[in-house]
Nanobody, 123 residues
Framework: QVQLVESGGGLAQAGGSLRLSCAAS????????MGWYRQAPEKQRELVAV???????NYADSVKGRFTISRDNAKNTVYLQMNSLKTEDTAVYYC?????????????????WGQGTQVTVHS
């Protein structure tokens, strides 16, 4: 199967920046979508930014102009550059990817979540 490992979360001051990374490992045939979601306390998980199957990007309205998603296809890694952070950006950020992996049973669809990384923005 495919594992996603996130890094880069932490504590930041409002107006500051953080950069998250997510690396996919496993025998990956192709990645169709890959991106970031977040979940704040007592709220539902929501999309932050994602690369779609066609290669375009989707952003939540709340982060447009502040966050930038990028990727390194050779490393099966996506990044989330978060600038002008606000206290309402505080959440656990999760990486998510869907695609096709190789297994002993042949090619299989996969959909994986990372373990999550905490981002805390203080005023």
């Amino acid at each position: 199967q495919v594992q996603l490992v996130e890094s880069g979360g932490g504590l930041a001051q409002a107006g500051g920046s953080l950069r998250l990374s997510c690396a996919a490992s496993g025998i990956i045939f192709s990645i169709n979508t890959m991106g970031w979601y977040r979940q704040a306390p007592e709220k539902q998980r929501e999309l932050v930014a994602v690369f779609t199957k066609g290669g375009s990007t989707n952003y939540a309205d709340s982060v447009k102009g502040r966050f930038t998603i990028s990727r390194d296809n050779a490393k099966n890694t996506v990044y989330l550059q978060m600038n002008s952070l606000k206290t309402e950006d505080t959440a656990v950020y999760y990486c998510h990817a869907e695609g096709i992996c190789d297994s002993s049973s042949g090619l299989l669809d996969f959909a994986s979540w990372g373990q999550g990384t905490q981002v805390t923005v203080h005023s």
